[in-house]
């Protein structure tokens, strides 16, 4: 569900699902591979520095690339004059916009990988140079005189939604309203979701609470920066190596923008050092194919982390207001949000996800969501972890917390009572199928933490969260080798150790060790086309790709036998990794093992192989429920995290190792979201913290053990049960640590970071106003 | 701007190479001597990625010229395994499925030996704040700091 | 760009003088090479003084010691005599930056960059910690606080460095700390940092006190009226309080993106309380260990 927001085709999720597959609970009953924890097979090059990530690549003659960027958050680029550049030694190719021709597909990527009319952020490339040396190159940039005409600028959601904001972009008509606005704005729609009539409900309430709520923009925080090698051929063959999370749309994007075939393009996924879905779109890939076009040798590209910062792809601000009624015996009787968020210099910001999940927890009678995606004076967003989910139920899970203190009710029995379940209508449309928020909030209840002793200056907050999952176009391969082991080629690159789960999933299905099998991320040329590494989708839909395509080779391997022994096919079974007579009447031959059956492959038929590709449905939805214990020192404001616990809906964990690790992951990123993390403007409109050292994510000391409970509430659309878990678990953290730090400096904390000078000034505010 | 020409020892092997004045230890290292095992995470002494030690001592590659390994004894990712035997860090990071992306796997894997080197039997609030300069995005610490532990257990032969 | 790497003080000195345009003297490089990278200082020479012997040394000196320039603050934490002496020094200098920021930079850089948050400098400050400075025109001794003027500005004439910082002996019932404020646990700059340096007469009466105050004002500053609230007192609630008044009084702090006005004023008179305290407790340890620890 989570594609790139910049996708024009975000696919709309179906009224009824129509699972590609079904569970098989007899299979599922006798795993002997899934749900054990063998090493991956990636680690031992990452544990010794082998492994090669994007900057890692080199290739003969490369020449360095950088970009120079806009100074301004909001200028007319009058002129560019790079011949002083050009004409410096060592400089082979400088691009700028001229180099790059309108593009109707990819307008506005277009625009944000190179500045057009204006440049729209502070970091808005401008130009490009390719040089023998990075020294040479820097020089070249000082040389690049770019004149600028510097206009009005706006960086806050709720001042760029003003009538007098400066506006971005002139053919910006706000979509979703009535009558269609006759002038441009920044707004660039509005959308509603829900059913029932809220206003019966609230007047069927005995409490109601509405709050205003704000968040502030975060990174994903991936450590590697950005990094590319490309190399476009004298005859137009193209190669590029890049850290991406979707190589196929990176050639897809890349050769529309460069007017090439996608033949011609050949994109080789690096190891991955972090996306969390900043690396679903493109930035510098396509600058350094125009630069190696251009100067006719391979040209790298790497961002420096301030580039990383205020180029890349952030995430949403976002400022909300909620509304809920509750009757005094906890049930929810109306829920209505307004969620405004902006995601940057070009449309797309999570706002529908964020309005459509806002109140995915409850089963609600009556509940309406707004959503507006308004454009800003910032880097256009990526997608991050369940975008657009975590601040919208941060908002919802805050007031719901509040409301359960005021009617006197546990915060987690309110959540049961309204609890979304199978065939509940949820808040953004369909029915949900089989999921386990119920099943995660009984386990968060019954945890330990949940009943243990508080000691001064703490607070428990508790907090549910969902994401949709993803499925999606996928093709994978499978190739059964002459010595009885086995190849796996997926088309979606691994970012927190699927090559393991893949390989588990072939073993499982092969009946076969899983050191036997290897799994391996083909380039766009070896197999068909597959979506993007996100959505929560890589277990479950490349997984069941590889097990379609194991149960194939299966096939193909029983038929094998059936040839060695002068049998029908019909009368072969497969059993533990062996081709066996189904039963007595097809006679009697001693089992054929898969390398048994491998090593002969030449005689009986050639290579055997699997394969499957298909557009996957039925994802699964995936909900969690998490618990914290925060405690505040009231002298400073500061928050520190005192425990912390996961419980979530895995559906089936086929490498629980990773499963967990995605749980305490997303915690962590919640955590930072919550406390500290957050894009800081100037008034100015630039950036000023573009690094680590002042974007301040959470560091080892910062947190507790992550504990996690995994909840298997088998995916009716999955032979195995699987659900997408990658998600979900930075949805809960926001408003979990939220109700704690409110519960422990006794105020209700209602804007995002809760860093210290914003708690201490809340503290000290509420024993003003209590005075 | 003239070379200047550095005679090092990089995980006990003599090199010498040639450097520009503002050329990192981490820049040397990725792009003239191959080793990219060291990472380049922020280029500001923030993430740890490019952790190396400096004659026994834990520094960031990337806050150092190569100019002033002249002399010195480095050691980097590259030289922590003894052929194909990990060290107990490297090991018990794998059994402990203490990566997702692994990133930033080299710099823990150098600071946590460091670690045991001087203090073999840390605390987990030690192990912690000595990593803290150390960035991980995707783990939220819990099996890194797991894996630490177990490995200086090992090392204690417990 | 050239680099140079010196074996005295003086040819240091030499190098600094001659060079016509911009040079910077390399001893942990921490924040100099992040400086470079930004591209904002690009120096035509650099002076790598870790190769001065002078400067890479700790001695001891009339029951103080002398910490050279160049050492970075890991070995100076390794020391235990220094971390008897002066825990409160050590743990400033231990706050800067990660253990692999701790295994190259330096209290001397810290100082000379003269940041207004620098975690070493309040300590020093409250220590009264002496600066050796090397130079065209000799050697001169100059107390830490007079060195920062503004952010990156010294009172350091051309071709000056220091060679190294002298911290005194203490008598027998003395003790320091410093605090700072940071929204993390590790990693970040002080929005605000509190050094506390206290002598105590053997009836535990303050007989002298000294606060060191950082990330307020456009240096680090000596609180006077915080100390004069200590001395003469045994530290008790209406004397701490008195000192947490003076320390925020003296804060002249800016909003910025690590903390607002309001904030830093408020946490630097709690700060200040707490280290008073941590110091009081390490004053009275070392008393009771008849002068050692």
Redesign the interface.
């Known amino acids: 569900m989570a594609r790139n927001p910049d996708a024009d085709n975000a696919p709309v999720k179906k009224e009824i699902e129509s699972p590609t597959s079904k569970y098989d609970a007899e299979k599922a009953a006798s795993f002997k591979v899934v749900g054990s924890?063998p090493?991956?097979p990636?680690?031992?090059d990452?544990?010794?520095?082998?492994?090669?990530?994007g900057?890692?690549m080199?290739m003969p003659g490369q020449l360095v690339g950088l970009i120079l960027r806009s100074p301004h958050p909001h200028a007319v680029i009058k002129s560019i004059d790079s011949s002083e550049a050009e004409a410096l030694s060592g400089v082979k190719a400088v691009i700028t916009r001229d180099d790059f021709t309108p593009n109707d597909d990819h307008a506005d990527v277009l625009y944000n990988i190179m500045a057009r009319e204006k440049a729209l952020y502070e970091g808005h490339a401008v130009a490009a140079v390719a040089a023998t040396s990075r020294?040479v190159a820097?020089k070249a940039l000082k040389l690049i005189k770019v004149d600028y005409d510097i206009l009005p600028h706006v960086t806050d959601v709720d001042e760029a939604m003003s009538p007098d904001a400066p506006v971005l972009h002139d053919n910006i008509i706000t979509r979703g309203v009535s009558p269609t606005p006759t002038k441009p704005s920044n707004v660039v729609a509005r959308s509603e979701f829900g059913h029932g009539d809220i206003e019966a409900g609230f007047a069927q309430a005995d409490e109601i609470i509405e709050r205003s709520f704000k968040t502030a923009a975060t990174h994903?925080?991936?450590?590697?920066?950005h990094a590319c090698v490309a190399n476009v051929g004298t005859d137009g063959m193209s190669e590029l190596w890049c850290c991406t999370q979707g190589h196929f749309h990176v050639r897809q994007v890349c050769a529309s923008l460069l007017g090439i075939d996608v033949s011609r393009l050949r994109v080789t996924a690096s190891?991955?050092?972090?996306?969390?879905g900043g690396k679903t779109t493109v930035f510098i890939e396509p600058v350094a194919l125009a630069l190696s076009r251009k100067a006719g040798r391979p040209v790298k590209i790497?961002m420096?982390?301030?580039e990383v910062f205020k180029a890349s792809g952030p995430t949403a601000s976002s400022s909300m207001d909620v509304k809920i009624g509750v009757t005094k015996d906890g049930r929810i009787t109306a829920g209505y949000g307004v969620f405004r968020y902006q995601g940057g210099a070009f449309a797309g910001a999570p706002a529908d996800f964020g309005a459509m999940s806002a109140f995915a927890c409850y089963a609600l009678d009556n509940v309406k969501t707004e959503a507006y995606d308004v454009v800003t004076n910032r880097p256009k967003g990526a997608a991050y972890r369940a975008p657009g989910a975590p601040m919208s139920v941060y908002a919802v899970e805050s007031v719901v917390d509040e409301l359960a203190a005021r009617i006197g009710m546990d915060p987690i029995d309110l959540r049961l009572k309204n609890a979304a379940k199978e065939g509940s209508k949820s808040s953004y449309g369909p029915k949900f199928g089989s999921c386990g928020l119920v099943e995660t909030l009984e386990a968060a209840k019954a945890h330990p933490h949940y009943s243990a002793p508080l000691g001064p200056n703490q607070g428990r907050g508790v907090a549910s969260g969902f994401w949709f999952n993803f499925g999606g176009e996928t093709c994978s391969n499978l190739n059964i080798n002459a010595d009885g082991t086995v190849t796996i080629a997926v088309g979606t690159p691994d970012?927190?150790?699927s090559r393991a789960s893949m390989c588990i999933m072939a073993a499982e299905e092969l009946g076969i060790s899983y050191d036997k099998v290897r799994a391996i991320v083909a380039d766009t040329s070896a197999l068909g086309y597959n979506d993007t590494t996100e959505g929560s989708r890589v277990t479950f839909s490349s997984g069941m790709a590889v097990i379609k395509a194991s149960q194939q080779a299966v096939t193909e391997m029983c038929k094998r036998a059936a040839m060695m022994w002068d049998i029908p096919a019909e009368a072969v079974t497969w059993e533990d990794g062996y081709a066996k007579p189904s039963g007595p009447n097809a006679g009697d031959f001693e089992p054929l093992s898969l390398a048994e059956i491998a090593a002969t492959a030449g005689k009986t038929g050639g290579p055997i192989a699997g394969h499957h590709e298909y557009n996957a449905d039925g994802a699964g939805v995936s909900f969690g429920t998490h618990i914290v214990d925060t405690e505040v020192d009231p002298?400073?404001?500061?928050v520190d995290i005192i425990r912390y616990t996961v419980v979530q809906d895995a559906g089936k964990a086929i490498?629980p190792?990773?499963v967990?690790?995605q749980f305490?992951?997303g915690?962590?990123?919640g955590i930072g979201w919550a406390?500290?993390e957050e894009y800081?403007y100037g008034d100015d409109g630039k950036l000023?913290?573009a690094?680590?050292?002042?974007y301040?994510?959470?560091?080892?000391?910062?947190?507790p053990?992550?504990d996690t409970v995994i909840v298997e509430v088998p995916n009716p659309g999955h032979p195995y049960g699987v659900r997408g878990v990658g998600e979900t678990g930075i949805v809960p953290p926001l408003a979990a640590i939220a109700n704690g730090v409110s519960a422990a400096a006794g105020v209700r904390m209602t804007e995002l970071p809760m860093?210290?000078?914003r708690v201490?000034?809340a503290i000290?505010d509420a024993k003003v106003a209590a005075e | 701007m003239s070379g200047i020409h550095v005679s090092t020892k990089i995980n006990g092997d003599a090199v010498e190479y040639v450097c520009d004045v503002e050329e990192t230890l981490l820049d040397v290292l990725r792009d003239k001597l191959g080793m990219t095992g060291s990472k380049e995470g922020c280029a500001s002494g923030d993430c740890g990625a490019c952790s190396v030690t400096v004659d026994g001592r834990l520094t960031c590659s990337c806050l150092m010229l190569g100019a002033e390994a002249q002399g010195r004894e480095i050691g980097t990712i590259e030289g922590v395994a003894k052929g194909t035997e990990l060290h107990p860090v490297q090991q018990k990071i794998l059994d402990n499925a203490a990566l997702q992306c692994g990133v930033c796997t080299p710099g823990f894997v150098v600071a946590a030996k460091a670690l045991l080197e001087k203090n073999p039997d840390p605390t987990e609030t030690e192990i912690r704040y000595w990593l803290a300069g150390n960035l991980c995005r995707c783990t939220g610490y819990d099996k890194i700091i797991r894996a630490v532990m177990d490995a200086a257990a090992e090392m204690r032969g417990n | 760009m050239r680099y140079e790497s010196p074996q005295t003080v003086e040819a240091a000195s030499a190098l600094l003088a001659g060079e016509e345009g911009l040079a910077r003297v390399l001893a942990g490089g921490t924040d100099l090479l992040v400086q470079m990278r930004s591209g904002m200082v690009e120096p035509d020479l650099i002076v790598d003084v870790k190769n001065i012997p002078a400067m890479t040394s700790i001695t001891e000196e009339n029951g103080g010691y002398r910490i050279g320039a160049a050492v970075p603050s890991a070995e100076m934490n390794e020391h235990e005599g220094l971390c008897a002496l002066w825990p409160g020094v050590m743990e400033g200098a231990d706050l800067i930056g990660s253990t692999q920021v701790q295994g190259r930079a330096t209290m001397v850089g810290n100082l000379c960059n003269c940041g207004p948050a620098a975690d070493s400098v309040p300590g020093m400050v409250a220590a009264n910690a002496i600066a050796t400075i090397i130079g065209p025109n000799g050697r001169r001794d100059v107390p830490v606080i007079d060195i920062p003027v503004a952010p990156g500005k010294s009172t350091l004439a051309k071709g000056e460095l220091v060679e190294s910082v002298f911290l005194p002996a203490r008598p027998k019932r003395a003790g320091d700390a410093y605090l700072r404020f940071i929204p993390r646990t590790e990693m970040d700059i002080a929005v605000v940092g509190v050094g506390v340096s206290l002598e105590l007469d053997d009836d535990g009466i303050c007989t002298d006190a000294r606060v060191g105050l950082g990330a307020v004002a456009i240096k680090v500053l000596l609180v006077e009226d915080a100390a004069k609230a200590l001395i003469g007192s045994k530290l008790d609630d209406a004397s701490l309080k008195k000192m947490a008044a003076a320390t925020s009084a003296a804060c002249k702090p800016i909003n910025d993106k690590r903390g607002t006005i309001e904030f830093r004023t408020k946490v630097a008179g709690v700060l200040a309380t707490r280290a008073a305290k941590i110091a009081l407790e390490r004053a009275n340890t070392r008393a009771s260990n008849g002068g050692e620890k």
Do not use: C
């Open positions: 924890r090493a991956r990636d680690g031992m990452k544990v010794t520095g082998k492994a090669r990530f900057a890692d080199v020294a820097r994903q925080g991936y450590i590697e920066p190891e991955i050092g972090g996306g969390f790497a420096t982390r301030d970012i927190g150790g002298e400073t404001g500061k490498h190792d990773y967990e690790g305490q992951g915690a962590a990123q406390l500290n800081i000023q913290n690094g680590f050292l002042d301040r994510m959470p560091v080892a000391s910062d947190l053990m992550i860093s210290p000078p201490l000034k000290d």
